[in-house]
């Protein structure tokens, strides 16, 4: 008797995503990742180790100490990596809030956010306290600040206390985002802008005079939905649901339909990483690069970070 051993039924498929029928979902290898993620593994630095963590973001850096002021040679070197790896990784970094200003701006000028309450000994760091009593709405993916005409390069975000469990930060690579595209969508998207509004996250925060003194201060902009990133010359996605309102020159329930299908290129995993905080972590991460998600799943348990934003160049098509 002959036995034939069961055979995969995917073993003849060439590798590819296919869409899952009915719904815009897909499934399968996203081959898009590949040189990416070997290039990523082949880098070498001078003045510390990196350890990716991600297919095509993330990496652990060990064996510099943010505590003290580094020579410029180490400085520029961070720099390029967060270019390369799109969110850097800290542990065991007790930094003083002084501390933490004084490695940020090392990047370039600090903003201090209207909105957000900061660490009063310095207005530059945004001050995250959440408790059974301060909620944490931070739990959708989201740039940075994309209401302003010039949003953060950057920002770096030391944890002061997190929950054992729970608290954790997610980052969605959206050059991989873009790159996953179908070729009629990044047709399609490629000439349009959308309109980003502070009043969609932070509006039901003030009053009627308030939010128009504020309005005057931060008008609605209009930034492309696909950038040319300034430094790395690599286009990516650059909408959220949090921030931008529509697109221009489509009526509101297109607009929001089409940010809707965008957005959801950083729901797959395969864009992902994920960080779990430790006391003294600290992320370092290139706004522009990737979208966030900070997990609101430790309620009623604290969970206490700062957060020090470098203002970058407006974004460009």
Same mark, same amino acid.
């Given at each position: ?33 590949? $040189? ?5 593994? !082949? ?14 973001? !993330?990496?652990?850096?060990? &064996? ?25 990784? %800290? ?17 370039? +000028?600090? +903003? ?19 408790? /059974? @009593?301060?909620?944490? %709405? +931070? ?14 390069? !950057? ?10 469990? !729970? ?12 790159? /996953? ?12 802008? $959308? ?21 005057? @201060? ?30 221009? &020159? ?57 957060? $020090? ?5 407006r974004p460009r098509r």
């Amino acid at each position: 008797m002959t036995v034939i051993a069961d055979k995969d039924p995917a073993a003849d498929i060439t590798p590819r995503t296919v869409q899952i029928p009915g719904y815009p979902v897909w499934s399968g290898p996203f081959t898009h990742l590949a $040189a990416e993620r070997d290039r990523l593994a !082949g880098l070498r630095w001078q003045s510390f180790d990196a350890r990716p963590v991600g297919a095509t973001l !993330g990496a652990e850096i060990s &064996g510099v100490d943010l505590t003290r002021e580094q020579p410029d040679a180490v400085i520029a070197e961070v720099r390029q990596a967060l270019h390369e790896y799109k969110v850097l990784f %800290f542990r065991d970094q007790p930094l003083t809030p002084q501390q933490h200003v004084a490695f940020a701006r090392r990047f370039g +000028e600090l +903003e201090v956010h209207p909105f957000i309450p900061s660490n009063t000994d310095c207005p530059e760091l945004v001050r995250f306290e959440k408790s /059974a @009593q301060v909620s944490g %709405f +931070e739990n959708a993916w989201h740039h940075d600040v994309t209401w302003r005409e010039q949003p953060s390069m !950057g920002a770096v975000l030391h944890a002061i206390s997190v929950p054992e469990i !729970g608290g954790d930060t997610l980052f969605a690579d959206m050059y991989a985002a873009y790159d /996953a595209l179908d070729a009629e969508t990044r047709a399609r998207v490629e000439t349009l802008d $959308a309109v980003h509004d502070f009043t969609r996250a932070f509006g039901h925060t003030l009053n009627d005079e308030q939010r128009e003194k504020m309005r005057a @201060q931060h008008p609605a902009v209009r930034h492309p939905v696909v950038c040319t990133h300034a430094v790395t010359g690599r286009k990516h996605l650059y909408v959220n649901r949090v921030f931008a309102d529509h697109i221009h &020159g489509l009526d509101l329930d297109e607009s929001r339909a089409l940010i809707d299908r965008l957005c959801r290129t950083a729901d797959a995993p395969e864009h992902q990483v994920r960080l779990h905080w430790e006391p003294d972590t600290v992320a370092f991460w290139d706004n522009r690069a990737v979208q966030h998600y900070a997990a609101s799943d430790y309620w009623p348990q604290v969970r206490i970070m700062e957060r $020090a934003s470098i203002i970058g160049p407006r974004p460009r098509r």
